[in-house]
C-alpha cells in the first residue's frame, strides 16, 4: 500500500498572508530590557475611572448576557447622538449603527459585506497593516495608491483616478493616518467624493482617530455632500477615549450596508462584550473632557518629538493627527527594516519600519509619541547617538 501525501490544512489564502511587521517588531522588542518603545499604536493614558467604575458596576448589577447582535440600543443611540454633534452626520441607531468587537472588526464587516470575488479595493498608501490582508480575506483585490513624503502623503485624486477600473468596488481611506498622522482636508476629501460619485464607488473611511486632531475641526467624509450613502464610516473608542483593551468598535452606514455586515456579526461573533458596552456608554456621556487633556497631552508631545527628530537629521513633516511621526532615515541610506533593527539592538529604541506599511512607507519609519515626554526625550537622545555613529 502506498503512503498517502499528507494533505495541506491551512488554506492557501491565509497561507499567503504575510504576518504582522508591527508585531514581529513588538515581540523582539519585548524580549529585550531596557527598551524604550515606539512601536505599538496604543495611548499611554489608562482608561479614565468613570468608564471602568460604569463597567464594574454593570458587572454588579448582573448585565452579564447577551446584547442585541447590533450592541445596547441605548449605546447606539448616542453613538448616534455623538456622531450628529461632533461630525455632524445623521444615523438612524436602529437600523444604521453597529457595535463592533474593536474598530478592525468593523472594517472586516464592511469588506466582507460588499466584495464579490475579484472585486478591487483601493487602498491609500501608507496605510494600516490590516486593510491588505482583510481585502484578499474577503475575495478581493487590493490596489494601492501611493502617497509621499513631499506632498506631506497628502492623497493626489489625480493618482486615485488613475488607479480606478470597472472591478473597482471602493476606497479605503485613513485620516487621521496610521502611520503618517496626515488628516485630509475637506477640499480633498470633497475631491475624492466627486471620483466615487462619477464612478459609483463605496469609501471605507477608517476615522478612529477623528478624536486626535490638532489643527481645526476634523471633517468626517460622510459629511461631505452627496457622501453619506457612500461612505461606511469606522470608529471605535481604542484610540481617543484609551479603550484599546475594551475592543470596542463601530460601524454607521446606509442601512442596506449596515443590514449586511449585521448579518455577518450575527454568525461570527453575536455581540460585542457587555460590560465593555456599558463603559463605552459611560465614555460618551462623560468622556470629552478627558479626551480634551490627553489630546491637549499628545500635541505637546508631537511639538516637542517632531522638532527634534528634524533637529537630529531624521527629516519629518508635523503630523495634524493621532499619535504617530513618520520621519524620513533615507539621509542615513539604510532601509527602513536595516534602521529599525539596528536602532533597536544598539541603541534600545523600538521603531517600526515604514515598509510594513506599504511600498510608500519604504525609507521612513513610524514612531509612537504616546510615551512620556521623559522616554521620548531619552529615545532622541539614543537616535542621536544612534546616528552619529552612521
Not at 135 to 147: I, M, N, R, Y
Not at 177 to 200: C, F, K, M, W, Y
Not at 237 to 266: V, Y
Not at 281 to 296: K, P
Request: glycine share 8%; net charge neutral; hydrophobic share 40%.
Amino acid at each position: 500500500m502506498k503512503p498517502q501525501t499528507r494533505k495541506t490544512y491551512v488554506s492557501k489564502t491565509v497561507a499567503g498572508l504575510k504576518p504582522s511587521g508591527i508585531r514581529r517588531f513588538f515581540d523582539l522588542a519585548s524580549s529585550m530590557d531596557g527598551v524604550i518603545s515606539l512601536g505599538v499604536g496604543e495611548p499611554d493614558f489608562v482608561t479614565s475611572w468613570s468608564i471602568r467604575e460604569a463597567s464594574i458596576l454593570s458587572l454588579e448589577q448582573g448585565y452579564t448576557s447577551y446584547t442585541a447582535n447590533a450592541g445596547l440600543l441605548e449605546l447606539r443611540q448616542e453613538i448616534a447622538a455623538y456622531l450628529r454633534r461632533k461630525f455632524h452626520v445623521d444615523y438612524c441607531p436602529e437600523t444604521e449603527i453597529l457595535v463592533t468587537v474593536g474598530a478592525s472588526q468593523a472594517i472586516d464587516l464592511a469588506l466582507r459585506a460588499i466584495i464579490n470575488p475579484g472585486d478591487e479595493v483601493i487602498i491609500v498608501e501608507p496605510s494600516f497593516v490590516a486593510y491588505e490582508p482583510l481585502v484578499v480575506l474577503a475575495g478581493g483585490k487590493p490596489v494601492a495608491v501611493h502617497t509621499s513624503g513631499e506632498d506631506k502623503f497628502q492623497l493626489n485624486p489625480v493618482h486615485l483616478e488613475r488607479a480606478i477600473t470597472e472591478r473597482t468596488k471602493a476606497v479605503i481611506i485613513c485620516s487621521p493616518n496610521n502611520p503618517t498622522g496626515t488628516v485630509q482636508s475637506r477640499t480633498e476629501l470633497e475631491a475624492i467624493a466627486r471620483l466615487a460619485e462619477a464612478h459609483d464607488l463605496l469609501v471605507i473611511a477608517d476615522e478612529i482617530y477623528a478624536e486626535l486632531t490638532y489643527e481645526g475641526e476634523y471633517t468626517s467624509m460622510a459629511a461631505v455632500s452627496g457622501m453619506r450613502e457612500r461612505t461606511i464610516l469606522i470608529s471605535g473608542f481604542s484610540k481617543g477615549f484609551a479603550m484599546t483593551g475594551w475592543r470596542l468598535g463601530f460601524a454607521a452606514a446606509p442601512d442596506e450596508i449596515l443590514q449586511a455586515m449585521l448579518k455577518i456579526h450575527q454568525y461570527a461573533m453575536m455581540c460585542a462584550p457587555t460590560m465593555a458596552q456599558y463603559g463605552a456608554l459611560e465614555a460618551l456621556r462623560s468622556g470629552e473632557r478627558d479626551v480634551a487633556e490627553m489630546r491637549n497631552s499628545y500635541r505637546r508631545r508631537r511639538n516637542y518629538f517632531v522638532a527634534s527628530l528634524n533637529e537630529i537629521g531624521l527629516p519629518c513633516h508635523l503630523p495634524g493627527g493621532a499619535f504617530y511621526a513618520f520621519p524620513s532615515i533615507k539621509p542615513t541610506g539604510l532601509t527602513s527594516e536595516q534602521f529599525a533593527e539596528r536602532l533597536l539592538i544598539e541603541e534600545k529604541v523600538a521603531v517600526v519600519p515604514g515598509n510594513v506599511f506599504g511600498q510608500s512607507g519604504e525609507g521612513y519609519i513610524r514612531c509612537s509619541y504616546a510615551s512620556s515626554l521623559e522616554q521620548l526625550q531619552e529615545a532622541i537622545k539614543r537616535m542621536k547617538r544612534f546616528l552619529a555613529r552612521l
